[in-house]
């Protein structure tokens, strides 16, 4: 695995709306590993090997993460913002921010003191940046509405090859399914292989509607991150039995299409691989149940990441756990073919 890479992902900010850096970056790095790479109108980045055949399956991963969006300035030249996705507001006060603006980052802090740490009902609209501005006029010859802000957190290496950082959500999923695409052309996949970086997943799954409407896959996986129930609050009964680096979960739910779990199982077991299962119903939540819903409808299997503190400023997951989803969707592109029989009887 390319971990520099992965690394440049999640230093990168990539708040919905504003991916284009890191879609460039994808863009610029997927040269040479696809037989195409393309981009379209929203920035959705995607790799394609055998772009000729008729069967597709397309993997998704999303680019986008998580954050604030300026909304407003105060007399005092304090920033006011508004949050785009879903953000645990009090994780804030306190933290340092960077704000991306048109002539580049600029650093924040987040106003904090004793009542704003014990108001349990704070708001995104409670919340006060401070960049050193000496008022409402010096913070408008930097800052625009709309200017999108992340936490200044950046990645780190912890113990037993895990990592942190913000937004592994879902930016290793982006990471995993082109890494997937290039390992399957090595290993001489006969299928159009189609990975793309979504835009826009943790808002409004635009990117994921705009690619599979436009690919029209046969087959269609979501790559994104899930709860584990080895730590915190989250309990067994809610996810299933999901530990940090036991491997890449499926997930069984009334959507997620059987026949492809199966494929898939029978994938890890080839590798030796050891998957998990979480439990979910209805909606996943995720890229796939948009690209489920393109066209006349597409069979969705889902495969996850083990990821602890989602949505704070230091998920912690597990670079084994990443290296096998690689492997795992590489190998269940290889094994794919044009008569893969998808319906259950
Ligand atoms: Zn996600």
Redesign the pocket.
Known sequence: MDKEFLFEMLRTGSVDGNETELEKKIYDHMQGKADQVTVDEMGNVTAIVNPAAQFKVLLAG?ADEIGLMVSAVGEDGSLMVRKIGGIYVNTYPGHKVRIYTNSGIIYGAVANSREISKNKELEASGLRIDIGAKDRDDALKHVQLGDTVTFDTDVRELLNDRITGRAL??RV?AFIVMEAVAAAMEKGASVGCYAVATTG??TTGNGAYFTASRVRPNIAIAV??TYTSDNCDISDAETGEISLGKGPVLCNNPTVHKKLNAFLRAAAEKLGMAVQTEAASGYTG?DGDTMHQTGPGVPFALVSIPLRYMHSPAEVGDLKDIQNCIDLLAEFLVNCTADMELKPF
């Open positions: 999303h959500d879902d999923g997943e943790e994104d991150v995720t």
